[in-house]
């Protein structure tokens, strides 16, 4: 059996994208207090505002984001009841948004080494300002394999197996709309997005256990007609990415910023601890006033290993009712799942994480 699919689907921006904007003046209006109380608030020296004052901003070309979905799969009968299955499946989105910070200074030494990004500004009198653009595009690629066994002779089973690839140009890790960190160039944020596992594995099977089953003697109602249930998961870990943790750019914010690499950061998978996941001595701060030529999420974080098993045994008892003893296992073989490595910071000479 072949089977396809193609679809188109439209959506439009959250109402949040457009009420973030009710912050700017004249609307909102901020007041400072200084040198006051608690039992008299107003007691105080007050201003009528507080520059420099951050901004929100959106494009005013507002377009259509979409999302294009396509998929195309050949399943096949085998003998024995069971069903194997191929298939592929795509994904595009388009013009979704990202934020960027219009009023971001060009790169600069002096203000890497503390001196204020205001007066560097190219609007004077106004810090951040938080422009919403719809630039925001990624796409998916997936081989999907499967097989499944209806029911037959006490076993039934399904498995999954999807090897993929998910690429966007910006990390939406952080909140609602991703940051680019710089603000003129943001061709080096193409790259894995935050929720690309490249290989995702999952069983399921039930199985009747024949031990005793059938029997009618005492060991065969009480022993026997057990059937035992299994869930197996395996999948890679996420992306991340080691940060600086400074403004090194100096740009006036420090996120997203990475360190530079002399050469692969890997560590083969049987040499790694949660103290050592990567190689941290290939990283080093790039001079100051420039960022990093680094991709973000080079890295991939643990992934997860879990076995869950389950043991059901149904006794009748009485017309129209049985009891039911179970035992459920979660992790059954106590294998640890790391949830990360936290978020990699560069510090001085090293990387701790």
């Given amino acids: 059996m072949v089977r396809g699919g193609y679809g188109l689907f439209y959506s439009r921006e959250i109402l949040g994208a457009f009420i973030l904007m009710s912050g700017n003046p004249p609307i909102s209006q901020l007041v400072s207090v200084q040198n006051t109380r608690l039992s008299n608030p107003g007691g105080g020296t007050t201003r009528d505002f ?12 507002q377009l259509t984001p979409n999302t294009q979905q396509w ?20 994904s595009g989105t388009t013009h979704m948004m990202r934020t960027q910070d219009i009023n971001q200074p060009l790169p600069s030494v002096a203000i890497a080494q503390g ?6 500004r190219p609007y004077k009198g106004w810090t951040t300002i938080n422009h919403r653009e719809q630039r925001y595009m990624a796409n998916y690629h997936g081989l999907q394999l499967g097989a499944k066994r209806s029911y037959a002779k006490g076993l039934i089973f399904q498995t999954a197996y999807t090897w993929s690839k998910k690429i966007d140009n910006v990390d ?22 935050s929720l690309d596992a490249n290989h995702d594995f999952i069983g399921i099977v039930i199985y009747d256990i024949p031990l005793l089953k059938g029997r009618k003697d005492f060991a065969g109602k009480e022993l026997g007609g057990w059937q035992m249930s299994t869930i197996y998961t395996l999948r890679t870990g996420m992306p991340t990415s080691p940060e600086l943790g400074r403004d090194n750019a100096g740009v006036g914010t420090a996120t997203r910023q990475r360190p530079n690499a002399s050469g692969s950061p890997f560590i083969a998978h049987r040499q790694r601890t949660l103290t050592r996941w990567f190689d941290p001595t290939v990283y080093s701060a790039p001079t100051l006033g420039t960022f990093s030529p680094v991709a973000r999420n080079v890295l991939s974080g643990p992934g997860w290993n879990q076995w869950d098993v389950s043991f059901l045994k149904m006794i009748p008892f009485g017309e129209g009712r049985r009891i039911e003893l179970r035992t459920d296992g979660f992790n059954f073989f106590n294998h640890t799942q790391w949830n990360g490595i936290g978020d990699p910071i560069f510090l001085d000479t090293k990387l701790a994480y």
């Fill in 172 to 193: 939406f890790s952080g909140g609602i709309y991703g940051i680019v960190p710089n603000t003129r160039d943001s061709s080096g944020e193409r790259g894995r997005a």
């Fill in 71 to 90: 998929n195309f799969g050949i399943e096949r009968g085998l003998g024995g009841h069971t069903v194997v299955e191929m298939g592929y499946a795509g």
């Fill in 50 to 61: 507080d520059l420099p004052i951050e901004l929100g901003s959106i494009d005013t070309n």
């Fill in 115 to 120: 001196a204020s990004a205001h007066p560097f």
